[in-house]
């Protein structure tokens, strides 16, 4: 179970200090599939590095199982049970995908762990090789950086928008992936998503909007908000001067 | 041989055992092991400390080892080999020097390697350098190393200082003529208050001659690198440069790659980046579970792989 109370966060951005969160409230319970849904820049990505420790909140608690875990880092939390597959997941040279599986597993490769890369749609045979530099396409990182987290054994499993950049193929797959682990594990699965049908496979999905907590409900309830413009942000001037600014570069 | 001279050999030959095919093994200045085969001859210079390794035309699939391993302070050591690879020949060249310095007093040594690569003949040269001791003596190793490919032929060169070299100036010349390819992988780790320097030159002499320079670094504490790596183009060719460096702690690293085309069909291509090991992956592995100080190793090591 994870509890968040009374978290903000607040960056140094280029020009001063940004609020990116405030006012987060929520409890997570295991074996139940959450997703974060909301417009872009309305703080998931931020909620997901806040969980994992990559930030520490400028306020707030995060209790994992009854532990405060809000002081502790990113290692700490990894190795009790807290994973985080990135938006956006770093390349590295020299590093193989075989070695990078190997050190998420935390032992050597079996058979059936190679399944991990089935599960995403990858060949084993073609990618245990490979190293996960430049040289590996888009989709082809993001469903490496997936498999990373299926392989591991967590608490708390948070995907960061693993939709993105994937083919159709490998995305049905994917969420036949999603819907497997949530009704065999008793991890806490986050989707930080905005595909209908991983809205779809929510328990429970949480609107993230304006760096905070804007609705919680199912899908029924939410979906209408979100194809709604309930959750527009921008003031309706705003959009009309820049509706003026396309005249004049005409 | 006793216990070091052997860990020292597997650390810069690969070398469990004496190893099959032609080697020469030399120790604290003087060769201590020999053996050719019915293609590749080893002779002892006549003027000067060093040899000459001499492969007939034609030898495919055989390979030669050269270690030299130093164990005792206060040596300088100065040697020239000379490399004959006979047209059309394909062949594994492992040289290497490892020193253990126990002492106080410098361990130093000059290999000065001059390879001729003739007609369609491969050569795949790896040296690795590496030096261990804990006395206040410096482990030196400066290699000069001269490479001229002859027409169709192609030479690869790993160039490896693994760890322990306190000062270091290598100079590698390369000369290639037409239609002839070389590959350069340098790989450098300096640590403590270690100096680096390298300067690589390949000139392209032939058509349709082309080379890669790969060198990867990494500087930590407060070590010192340098790197000049230089092509240039006197026909239609190919040239590309790729240096690329992580530096840490206090440490200092000058890149100057530089490209020069002496022809309008030359293509030359150079790029160079030095910069800290970059955040994301840090914690992108460190979110898998490893501590901050094993990320970090696990970064270095596939970067220097
Ligand atoms: N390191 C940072 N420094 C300054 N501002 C930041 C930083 N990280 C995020 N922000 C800002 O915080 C806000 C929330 O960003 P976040 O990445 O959490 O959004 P998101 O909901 O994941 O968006 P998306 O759907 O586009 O992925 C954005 O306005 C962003 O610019
Ligand atoms: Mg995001």
Not at chain 1, 159 to 186: M, V
Request: hydrophobic residues 40%.
């Amino acid at each position: 179970m994870l509890e968040i109370s009374d978290l903000s966060l607040t960056l140094d951005g280029d020009k001063g200090p940004v609020e990116v969160l405030r006012d987060i409230n929520f409890v997570l319970r295991d074996h139940l599939l959450y997703v974060f849904t909301g417009p872009n820049g309305g703080g998931k990505s931020s909620l997901a590095k806040v969980i994992m420790g990559i930030y520490k909140p400028t306020s707030g608690k995060i209790i994992l199982n009854g532990e405060d875990i809000t002081s502790l880092g990113v290692t700490e939390r990894a190795r009790l049970g807290v994973g985080y597959a990135f938006q956006q997941p770093p390349r590295f040279k020299g590093l193989t995908v075989g070695e990078l599986l190997q050190l998420a597993l935390g032992k050597e490769l079996s058979v059936q762990e190679c399944n991990y890369l089935y599960d995403v749609g990858l060949c084993p045979q073609d990618y245990l090789e490979r190293e996960v530099d430049a040289s590996l396409s888009g989709g082809e990182l993001k469903r490496i950086e997936i498999a990373t987290l299926l392989a591991r054994d967590l608490n708390v499993a948070i995907y960061d928008e693993p939709e993105a950049g994937i083919d159709l193929w490998s995305f049905s797959r994917l969420t036949e992936t999603f819907q497997k682990l949530h009704d065999r594990c008793e991890t806490t699965l986050i989707l930080i998503s905005h595909q209908e049908r991983i809205l779809s496979l929510a328990d429970e999905i949480i609107l993230v909007a304006d760096g905070t907590v804007k609705e919680k409900g199912s899908k029924d309830v939410i979906w209408p908000l979100i194809m709604g413009d309930a959750i527009c942000t921008c003031p309706t001037n705003c959009i009309e001067r820049a509706e003026d600014s396309v005249e004049c570069y005409r | 041989m006793n216990a070091i001279d052997k860990y020292i050999l597997h650390t810069v030959a690969g070398m469990h055992d004496i190893p099959q095919g032609a080697y020469n093994i030399r120790k604290n200045g003087a060769g201590i092991s020999r053996n050719t085969t019915a293609n590749i001859d080893i002779r002892t210079k006549e003027d000067k400390p060093g040899i000459d390794i001499i492969v007939k035309p034609g030898t495919i699939g055989e390979s030669v080892h050269i270690p030299v391993i130093l164990t005792a302070e206060g040596l300088e050591d100065l040697v020239y080999n000379t490399f004959d690879i006979g047209e059309g020949a394909d062949i594994l060249i492992v040289a290497g020097c490892g020193i253990h310095n126990p002492g106080n007093q410098n361990a130093r040594h000059d290999g000065v390697h001059d390879f001729i690569v003739r007609k369609g003949a491969r050569m795949r040269y790896v040296e690795k350098h590496y030096g261990e001791g804990n006395g206040q003596g410096q482990k030196i190793l400066n290699p000069k190393t001269i490479v001229e490919v002859e027409e169709d032929g192609y030479a690869e060169l790993e160039l490896v200082q693994i760890s322990g070299v306190d000062n270091t100036k290598r100079d590698t010349v390369a000369r290639l003529h037409k239609n002839a390819h070389m590959l350069v992988t340098e790989r450098m780790l300096t640590d403590g208050n270690q100096f680096a320097e390298s300067k690589i030159l390949v000139e392209l002499v032939g058509q349709d001659a082309s080379t890669r320079i790969i060198s990867r670094s990494v500087a930590r504490d407060s070590s010192q690198q340098i790197f000049y790596p230089r092509v240039v183009g006197l026909n239609m060719c190919r040239g590309h440069v790729q240096c690329d460096a992580i530096i840490m702690h206090q440490a200092q690293i000058r890149s100057i790659p530089e490209i020069a085309a002496n022809h309008a069909d030359a293509q030359l291509v150079h790029e160079a980046a030095i910069g800290k090991i970059a955040g994301e992956q840090l914690i992108k592995l460190m979110s898998i579970g490893l501590s901050e100080a094993e990320a970090e190793e696990t970064i270095l090591k596939g970067f220097l792989k």
